[in-house]
């Protein structure tokens, strides 16, 4: 007997994104939606246009969002490394945000990927 693959619809109205065994193929908002990475992306890049903030994660020299949908490569490549009073170490740059302005980042220490962003004023 042959069993029927059931493909669930995400609160977005798509399928899950493909994904490895132990990820689920979409993340889950605030309110408990659930959308598949494409949507995230999405959202994200709206957030970050709307508040000229964001969260990402400093993967070499580029910065993604968890799936890895949104990319922003670093500045000129370039990445500071600065001291930190707690982490010991911080990292910055500068890369071309969402919104094709210039956005800087921090990520605190080493045991992290975890860049806090920021889109800078206009000079």
Not at 24 to 31: F, R
Not at 66 to 90: D, E, S, T
Not at 91 to 111: E, L, V
Request: proline letters at 5%.
């Amino acid at each position: 007997m042959r069993e029927e693959s059931r493909v669930d619809i995400l609160d977005c109205g798509h399928a899950p994104s493909p994904h490895s065994p132990i990820t689920t193929g979409y993340g889950v908002t605030e309110d408990g939606k659930r959308h598949c990475y494409d949507c995230c992306a999405h959202r994200v890049r709206v957030r970050m246009i709307e508040t000229g903030k964001g969260v990402l994660y400093l993967s070499g020299k580029e910065l993604t969002d968890w799936p890895g949908k949104l990319r922003f490569p670093v500045y000129a490549g370039y990445i500071a490394k600065g001291r930190h009073n707690m982490a010991r170490v911080r990292y910055d740059g500068q890369f071309i945000g969402p919104d094709g302005k210039r956005w800087r980042f921090t990520q605190y220490g080493d045991n992290t990927q975890i860049a806090h962003c920021r889109r800078l004023k206009a000079a």
